[in-house]
């Protein structure tokens, strides 16, 4: 027996979705393109609900999610969700449980809210090393804290590389569902990566401080000294590469080094300043690493620079996202699931 694949929502009532810790937008953004409608969203940084409102048409709530009145929250099919979790790297060394620890308070949040909507389904995503946290205790706890409240709740690691996103981000992601079905999670639909190069090739070559017409498009402006030191670094190299004279000589060992324009990007993150486009000496700008988290070239960040860049090192890919949303649906539309999506 093989599971019913997605095709359309066949006339049916549109899902529905409530958002929390939205940011830009990445994950909503792939759920409204699986056929999702948002009812409501939530964040509480300024530029990344202007973001939001002005690419996802819906404007979110913008305010700390403690301070949100759970009754003003509506109704809806699911819940989905990135939880800031800064807490757990540290639980269970200091002898403090997940659950317990003051800094994962956002994490109880999205729990009980999920527990006042009740909605059908919920998605949560979070970084990969959460899985085997403090020997897996981690994810436990956080299991048993969504099943107190009547959810059958699963877990698993995906690489959004698998999922067509030119980069390879490894996420844990949470489904739960109150109807004590199987969670199945999407098998990989791609054989070959897609690279840095097939991604951002075509953009207009910048130099350093230089502006194009493409929204998002700028060069960060870089210091002569910065300019002297990558441009010894060769298409996939690093600080090695750098005479020793102008080698840097402390610092995070993954910055200095040159995008491999033959591979997939290695994981973005909120600041990616010091490390260089494959061929051109300067940062990657804002559109072209939203080109390697999967976003169209028709949404655009506001705020200043650093802000757009964090806001898009911490989403979720929309393309990543979309799967995750079309996958749901799968699960929806199958009474019985025993099996793996194939």
């Known amino acids: 027996m093989k599971l019913k694949k997605f095709s359309t929502l066949r006339n049916e009532k549109q899902p529905t979705v409530v ?50 009145n759970i009754r003003d929250i509506p109704k809806a099919d699911i819940v989905i969700g990135g939880v800031p979790c800064q807490g757990f790297s540290m639980a269970g060394r200091l002898g403090r449980k997940f659950v317990d620890d003051p800094r994962n308070h956002l994490f109880k949040e999205f729990v009980k809210i999920v527990e006042f909507i009740q909605p059908k389904y919920f998605v949560m995503e979070n970084v990969a090393r959460l899985f085997n946290h403090n020997y897996g205790s981690t994810r436990i706890e956080i299991l048993n804290s969504f099943e107190k409240i009547g959810y059958k709740v699963d877990c698993k690691v995906l690489n959004s590389a698998d999922y067509g996103v030119p980069q390879k981000r490894k996420r844990i992601i949470f489904i739960g569902n109150n109807k004590n079905k199987v969670n199945i999670f999407p098998e990989p639909i791609v054989k070959n990566y897609k690279t840095v190069k097939q991604a951002i090739g075509n953009l207009p070559p910048l130099d350093s401080g230089q502006v194009s017409s493409i929204k998002n498009h700028e060069a960060m402006n870089h210091t002569q000294a910065m300019l002297q030191k990558m441009k010894h670094i060769r298409d996939g190299g690093n600080r090695y590469q750098i005479p020793i004279k102008l080698r840097p000589t402390s610092g995070d060992p993954r910055k200095y080094i040159r995008y491999d324009s033959k591979l997939p990007s290695f994981c973005i993150t909120g600041d990616m300043r010091k490390i260089f486009h494959y061929s051109q000496n300067r940062a990657l700008t804002v559109r072209e690493l939203a080109r390697l988290q999967s ?3 028709d949404f655009v960040f506001y705020g200043t620079k650093l802000s757009q860049q964090q806001q898009v090192g911490n989403a979720v890919p929309p393309l990543m996202a979309e799967v995750i949303a079309k996958n749901v649906l799968v699960m929806e539309e199958n009474e019985h699931l025993t099996i793996q999506i194939s």
């Open 295 to 297: 976003f169209p070239d």
């Open 19 to 68: 958002s929390l810790f939205s940011g830009c937008g990445g994950l909503d953004l792939g759920f409204i393109n699986a056929g999702y409608k948002i009812l409501w969203a939530n964040d509480n940084d300024i530029n990344s609900c202007l973001t939001y409102e002005k690419n996802i048409g819906h404007k979110p709530l913008c305010k700390n999610i403690e301070d949100v």
